[in-house]
């Protein structure tokens, strides 16, 4: 059965750097998204994409997050200048509601866990 | 603004034991309730979804909209039921963000 996946699945940094985040979705899904979990926290959404644009993003997806879909395959979150309070898990999500009668399903990756020091 | 909750952090049951873990919601429209698990060192995976109106592992849910609650229940608990159980709400039934409460774990105990 198809999976999203996520690299590295483990990213420590410093402070002040930046890191992207990689998923492959599945294969032809069409919609894509991030959320993240501090620790013993919610999960949080971050953005949603679609048609190679954001459709949705929270109020935590500011000016040092982006995201991309540079070819066919990968789905990236990119944080420019990461801060302590970054230190979080990543999960990508994909789905595709044509494929799933018209009921979107999301499918989410093993996560990224992420370590600002 | 949409909000799930999940009163209970930690529900722990001995195995034959029923369960049921709760989730109330708040949202003036018509949402999608779901319920997602994790299991121990896995991703997080759909179980159920209230418009199917299907048990799954023999999980089921009901949505009362009266009440605002999407509450999880099984009648006999299985240790292999021991997961991360998460609550979640769309706003439609179309493509959207996903808004979760902040999960309970259950321990089913031999």
């Known amino acids: 059965e198809p999976e999203v996946t996520q690299t590295p699945s483990h990213q420590v940094t410093q402070m002040g750097q930046e890191v992207i985040l990689r998923c492959v979705p599945i294969s032809n899904h069409l919609y894509f998204y991030w959320y993240r979990q501090i620790l013993g926290q919610k999960v949080e959404f971050l953005v949603s994409f679609y048609n190679n644009e954001i459709s949705e993003k929270s109020e935590i997806f500011d000016d040092q997050f982006s995201v991309e879909r540079p070819d066919g395959s990968n789905f990236t979150l990119k944080i420019r200048s990461t801060k302590l309070e970054d230190s979080a898990m990543y999960f990508c999500?994909?789905?595709?509601?044509?494929?799933?009668?018209?009921?979107?399903?999301?499918?989410f990756g093993p996560g990224t866990r992420l370590l600002v020091l | 603004a949409q909000r799930v909750t999940q009163p209970e952090k930690l529900l722990s049951v001995f195995k034959g034991a029923p369960v049921e873990l709760k989730c109330n919601y708040s949202y003036s429209g018509s949402p999608e309730l779901f319920w997602y698990v994790q299991y121990s060192r896995q991703r997080l995976q759909l179980l159920l979804r209230h418009i199917s109106r299907e048990s799954i592992k023999g999980f089921t849910a009901d949505l009362n909209k009266g009440e605002t609650s999407f509450h999880l229940k099984k009648p006999f608990a299985q240790e292999e039921d021991s997961a991360m159980y998460y609550c979640a709400l769309k706003r439609s039934y179309n493509t959207d963000k996903l808004i979760f409460g902040t999960g309970t774990r259950l321990q089913v105990f031999p």
């Open positions: 999500a994909s789905s595709d509601p044509k494929k799933q009668g018209g009921l979107e399903t999301q499918y």
